[in-house]
């Protein structure tokens, strides 16, 4: 079965330092990663997922296929990069989009 | 934002009642999900479907059913409200998994 880990469920940094949101995954064959961001009581957004290797809002993530994981980064965390991060992993050409539980980054300041 | 509209957008019931709650898009998506968005579990899997009346059951099925008549409409039935099903319940479009669009969100409280 697929599943989702986010092992932080809260991360806290000061601004302007960096920032790493852990995702790893369990799937058998080759998934499609992605990140959403969602602000307070707002609808998910889309961040950024695998294939298009684009960086949005200074953010990027990188598959790692041996370590099953897709960590999100940032380089120097900004006050409002804080919200609720979740990881999902698609398959089957959609059949199945699953989520992680989630990881609660605040900035300080 | 693809166009996804979810209604309602609040809703308070009585437990013992069916409940229906509706995802309506305009991007011609082939899969339509239902999630719920709990604290401490993230968002879990409802149902889903990918096509007219083509839907199975994801993570959380118990208690709910759907129905997608139209491609445009997709309707989570919760067919005697409980207390356990108090949560904010989301619908999503995809094409193809390449990414999946959320819809504002429906704030359900059953008392």
């Known amino acids: 079965a697929q599943r989702v880990t986010q092992p932080e469920k809260l991360l806290s940094v000061f601004k302007g330092a960096p920032v790493e949101l852990k995702c790893n995954y369990s799937?058998?064959?080759?998934?499609?990663l992605f990140w959403y961001v969602q602000y307070s009581r707002q609808r998910l957004q889309l961040l950024l997922r695998?294939?298009s290797r684009e960086s949005i809002k200074g953010f990027t993530a990188d598959l790692n296929k041996g370590e099953t994981s897709f960590h999100l980064k940032k380089p120097f965390a900004q006050e409002e990069d804080s919200a609720m991060y979740y990881c999902?992993?698609?398959?089957?050409?959609?059949?199945?989009?699953?989520f992680g539980p989630g990881t609660r980054l605040s900035v300080l300041p | 934002d693809a166009g996804i509209t979810q209604s309602p957008r609040h809703k308070v019931t009585e437990t013992g009642t069916p409940v229906t709650l509706r995802c309506h898009q305009t991007?011609?998506?082939?899969?339509m999900y239902w999630y719920r968005q709990d604290p401490g579990h993230g968002l879990r899997l409802i149902h889903y479907?990918?096509?007219?009346?083509?839907?199975d059951k994801g993570e959380v099925s118990d208690g709910y059913s759907v129905s997608r008549s139209k491609t445009e409409d997709f309707l989570l039935t919760l067919e005697s409200a409980t207390s356990s099903q108090t949560s904010v319940y989301f619908c999503a479009i995809s094409e193809s998994g390449r990414a999946a669009f959320f819809g504002q969100g429906t704030r359900l409280t059953v008392v």
């Open positions: 991007e011609n998506h082939r899969y």
């Open positions: 695998h294939i």
């Open positions: 479907s990918y096509g007219v009346k083509d839907t």
């Open positions: 799937y058998s064959g080759s998934p499609e």
């Open positions: 999902a992993l698609s398959t089957n050409y959609g059949q199945n989009f699953v």
